[in-house]
Nanobody
Framework: QVQLVESGGGLVQAGGSLRLSCAAS????????MGWYRQAPGKQRELVAT???????NYADSVKGRFTISRDNAKNTVYLQMNSLKPEDTAVYYC?????????WGQGTQVTVSS
């Protein structure tokens, strides 16, 4: 079992930056992969970025070049650095972990980008 707690969301102006953190309740060293998803009002939840245990990364086309996912195994934490934020990035951002055949989600953190 893994509990995931996101933090770092907030209100920022367009062009600004935020860094989201996802703290896991246990070591992430052996977790297959972790990622960030987001869900805007009235829309489906969508992939933002993922990172594997080997630190391979994958990004949605809409965030490539602006967002960076990283992991700190010593702190059991995954980060999402978001730069050049746009109003369309406004959403609740969720952390996700794939552990063997199980999937875990965090409770989400709100990111609001004003124009």
């Amino acid at each position: 079992q893994v509990q995931l707690v996101e933090s770092g969301g907030g209100l920022v102006q367009a062009g600004g930056s935020l860094r989201l953190s996802c703290a896991a309740s246990r070591s992430i060293f052996s977790i297959n992969a972790m990622g960030w998803y987001r869900q805007a009002p009235g829309k489906q939840r969508e992939l933002v970025a993922t990172i594997t245990s080997g630190s391979s990364t994958n990004y949605a086309d809409s965030v490539k070049g602006r967002f960076t996912i990283s992991r700190d195994n010593a702190k059991n934490t995954v980060y999402l650095q978001m730069n050049s934020l746009k109003p369309e990035d406004t959403a609740v951002y969720y952390c996700k972990a794939w552990v063997s055949v199980r999937i875990y989600w965090g409770q989400g953190t709100q990111v609001t980008v004003s124009s």
